[in-house]
């Protein structure tokens, strides 16, 4: 796969229908490259993903990408990033997004855990992105950390955007290209995804769920490894309490409930609805449910329980040190993320197939051409998550 270099590309100082001049190439993934474009008749940045040549000349991946756009271009929420246009260029399929600039939630947690406060807002905005995106009868089913982008805005603080359709069913969607196929993160796939069973709103829940826990004590609920061993434990064990992982936090009752409920194994005993979660979350002290507005993620308040245990040291030092962890990075275009393996990992339900190097690799069921032997990070450009 010899795809031109960013000193020989020559898409850029191109122009694509007659309105987005291609600006300059930001990164390159397995599937895809993505460019800072401008919009010319309002000279606003955007951002332009195409997919790989190779790619391109895969019907599957051609409808897996136009899945992907479609879905996007539902979306008009302030917490999902959407797409603006769709078209192809030289038999090159292109989608038009978003420019987003910041840190991703897993930048964040490179300092250890997010406040309270600060992950339980994250949170709600997450889940009211998700509840509008759900509305559209699109499933996100790779919910994590890497696709969870934090931007500052004057004014409102800290917003939180969900990133990277690129695995989303849609639910009038029939392609035939993802029947009992098993598609995710590892660690964030609920059971009934490692089965290739029907997905719904419950399994994005459940990834959030696992996302929640992660952001409150900075650790996976699960770890292993190998991946065999990890899908095992997201069908089998229950996950740790966070009282046992971080006791000194002082975590309620309710909070431990209702991340249980959000990680349950069978989708029907999970919550039905983001609207429903989020809720739960206001029932268990996390400060009011934020929906479908956004909220600054320093608003949030976490109510102190008086039967939650007493930190070894005093609450107001707790929070200052997470706090000074937790600053945002002064970084202008996104952050690396930890090293992940290749975006696309043959497996079939039946006989896991599983590289060594796990923790962050996304699993799709199918042939791919593999990438470069060389390390990948991970990298927010715009509204494109990819692999470099």
Sequence with gaps: MN????????????????RYRIIERLAAGGMGVVYRGERLEVGKSVAIKFLHAWAARDDDFRKR????????SRLTHPCCVSVIDFGVDQESPYMVMDFVTGDTLRGLLRDGPLPPARALSALRQVLAG??????QGIIHRDI????????HAVGLGEQVRILDFGLAKLRDEVTGI???????????????????????????????????YELLTGKKPFNATSNAELLRMQREVTPPRLRDVAPDAGFSAELEATLAKAMEK????????????????????????????????GDATVTPRPSSPTPSRPREEVLATRNARAQPRVTPVGLEAEARAPEALPVVPTELVVKKEESEAT?????????SARSRSRRMWGGAAVIT
């Design 3 to 18: 795809e031109p270099t960013s000193v020989t590309d020559p898409r850029i100082g191109s122009v694509l229908q007659e």
């Design 65 to 72: 990408f136009q899945v992907e756009a479609r879905a996007m």
């Design 130 to 135: 998700l509840a509008h995106a759900h509305d």
């Design 144 to 151: 994590k950390p890497e696709n969870i982008i934090v931007t």
């Design 178 to 212: 993802t029947s009992g196929m098993m598609l995710g993160t590892p660690s964030y796939m609920a059971p009934e995804q490692i089965h290739g069973e029907p997905v719904g709103p419950p399994t994005d829940l459940y990834a959030t769920g696992v996302l929640l």
């Design 266 to 297: 069978a989708p029907g005993d999970r919550f039905q609805s983001a609207t429903e979660f989020l809720a739960a979350l206001e029932g268990a002290g996390a400060g009011p449910a934020v929906f479908p507005g956004v909220a600054g993620v």
């Design 363 to 371: 699993v799709r069921s199918g042939s791919v051409p593999p990438p």
